[in-house]
């Protein structure tokens, strides 16, 4: 079974600094990741995904995450947060072996201040 | 609809009742998925439906936990006999991704939730 760790339940930055949420994942073949993320009161949307090809992959807001096959990991960046940018975040791992359901790490709660 | 829907979404019940949640996925999502959502734990998976079948249903924490899906459109969630550890925000996701083996790239569209509390 694939599994998905997340370090730090919860990352504060500072407005205009970089940020940087962890994820590293197990899988025993291949995996396909995400990153979603979950604003105060609204439903889970995809960020960015990591299927095939380029490693760094670049998503919505300014986010982008890199594959890094040897590191097992898929970490979330931004150059400069944004206060709008805090949120819950959630790396994902498709758990191939039943090729059915997203498997979620526990999240990481980011705060940014002015 | 123009995303996923859920209701209700908020419900208090009390100990030992039962609870119904609903799940209406986006129009024409062949994959329709529920998780439970508490603080501290993340997204924990319960069941996937394929059309009107579930072909994995693993992350159903007991018996009392059960789902069906009609007319490959709403899904409801079904808790009896309610506890308190049952209380959290129960999310759905629909899809259109076709979901084989090992291919698994279809995002997922989430609902709001329909937060559970149990007194």
């Known amino acids: 079974a694939q599994s998905v760790t997340q370090l730090g339940s919860h990352v504060s930055v500072s407005e205009g600094a970089l940020v940087l949420l962890r994820c590293n994942y197990s899988?025993?073949?291949?995996?396909?990741l995400f990153w979603y993320v979950q604003y105060p009161n609204q439903g889970l949307q995809l960020l960015l995904k990591y299927t095939t090809g380029a490693t760094l992959v670049k998503g919505i807001n300014g986010f982008e995450a890199e594959f890094k096959k040897s590191e097992t990991s898929f970490h979330l960046t931004k150059p400069s947060a944004h206060m709008s940018d805090a949120a819950e975040y959630f790396c994902?791992?498709?758990?191939?072996?039943?090729?059915?359901?997203?498997?979620f790490g526990k999240g990481t709660t980011l705060s940014v201040s002015s | 609809g123009a995303g996923v829907s859920q209701s209700p979404s908020n419900k208090v019940t009390e100990k030992g009742k039962d609870v119904e949640l609903r799940c209406d996925p986006i129009?024409?999502?062949?994959?329709l998925y529920w998780y439970r959502q508490s603080l501290g734990q993340g997204l924990e998976f319960l069941i996937y439906?394929?059309?009107?079948?579930?072909?994995?249903k693993s992350g159903l924490p007991s018996d009392r936990f059960s789902a069906e899906r009609t007319g490959g459109s709403v899904s409801t969630l079904t808790i009896q006999r309610t506890q308190q550890e049952d209380s959290a925000v129960y999310l759905c996701?629909?899809?259109?991704?076709?979901?084989?083996?090992?291919?698994?790239?279809?995002?997922?569209?989430f609902g709001e939730g329909s937060r559970l509390t149990v007194l």
């Open positions: 129009s024409g999502h062949t994959a």
């Open positions: 994902a791992v498709t758990d191939n072996q039943a090729g059915t359901a997203l498997i």
């Open positions: 899988s025993s073949v291949p995996p396909y």
């Open positions: 996701a629909s899809s259109s991704s076709k979901l084989h083996r090992f291919l698994n790239t279809g995002e997922l569209f």
């Open positions: 439906f394929q059309g009107n079948s579930a072909p994995d």
